[in-house]
């Protein structure tokens, strides 16, 4: 019994620090968001995605190096570059051009296809399968983020190329989930999250001229912000997604992202001074509970 309850004992606090990273991750992501829109005056998508990844390559890569990190086996290699290039790569540059095109809320409401799209194929290719719990969870929360995107869209939600960049942002990023969760058995959170990080700065190094011609005439804050976007919601953050995706499902994790838009919005109203509407704000909760629901564990059948 008292092994037992060791062995309990060990596993809450394993969850409770997965869960931690999570939420880590999640408010460094939202803050991302409000970011990108400050750097987005003066740096364009590709631009911005290359000096967000370098500056994040290289803390990384210092911490790797102080700390001897094995890097991912040459049979890995594969899994890495699919998710360097989808998640790390095109889905940056997609992300930042569509926020110069759709507001937040619509941009919230397209990108969070993503983790229904995670849900399927991490169910269909890892085998996760489908739990009741997290489908009614993340159909709650997916019902939150659409009531976001009505009540902070300007436009409404039209066949632009915003939106059709926010949906490449959203099938790059579940792809690269997919990618990343397999890595995570054989190799640390730190050492695939820098190798991923590395390929997608090498994939937008085409964007090279581009940075050093904005860079030049970019304001003081928008510089800042992009090293901001390197070290927090990029450095920071998707080493702790890894640490939580390492201690938890794809869908599951996936599912926290969820959280993501109300924070953001919250974030814009606190540093952009927007105020969100009343209906964001229920849509927020919805999230929230969604998200809940979504964590929890499927009742063991007697």
């Known amino acids: 019994m008292t092994a037992l309850s060791e062995a309990e004992q060990a596993d809450r606090r394993q969850e409770l620090l997965a869960l931690g ?3 880590v991750t999640v408010v460094l992501w939202a803050s991302a968001f409000v970011g990108i829109r ?8 590709g631009a911005l995605s290359l000096g967000r990844l370098v500056v994040a390559s290289v803390v990384l890569g210092v911490i790797v190096l102080v700390r001897s990190e094995k890097l991912p086996a040459r049979r890995d290699l594969g899994l890495v570059l699919a998710c360097g290039v989808l998640w790390f790569g095109i889905y940056n540059v997609a ?33 996760e ?17 659409v009531v976001i995107g009505l009540a902070t869209s300007q436009d409404g939600l039209t066949a632009s190329t915003g939106t059709v960049l926010c949906l490449v942002a959203a099938v790059t990023y579940a792809g690269g989930v997919v990618a990343q969760k397999p890595l995570l058995s054989r190799s640390s959170a730190l050492a695939v999250t820098w190798a ?27 510089i800042a912000w992009t090293i901001y976007l390197g070290v927090f919601p990029t450095a920071i953050a998707f080493t702790t997604w890894a640490y939580a995706l390492t201690r938890s499902t794809a869908g599951r994790m ?10 953001a919005i919250l974030m814009g109203w606190a540093i952009l001074g927007e105020t969100p509407p009343a209906l964001a704000l229920l849509g927020g909760v919805l999230c929230l509970a969604g ?9 063991v059948a007697a």
């Open 254 to 263: 996936g599912s926290t992202t969820y959280l993501v838009p109300p924070l």
């Open 129 to 145: 399968g489908f739990p009741r719990t997290l489908l009614r969870g993340m159909a709650v929360a997916f019902a939150g983020v």
């Open 38 to 45: 400050a750097a987005g005056e003066d740096l364009t998508g």
């Open 196 to 222: 991923a990080c590395t390929v997608g700065a090498v994939v937008c190094l085409p964007f090279t001229p581009k940075l050093i011609e904005e860079a030049g005439h970019a304001s003081g804050g928008s």
């Open 95 to 127: 992300l930042n051009e569509a926020e110069r095109r759709v507001d937040a809320g619509t941009a919230a409401m397209l990108v969070n296809v993503g983790p229904i799209l995670i849900a399927l194929l991490a169910g269909w290719l890892l085998k």
């Open 21 to 23: 990273a999570a939420l």
């Open 291 to 299: 998200a809940a629901m979504a964590r929890r564990k499927p009742p």
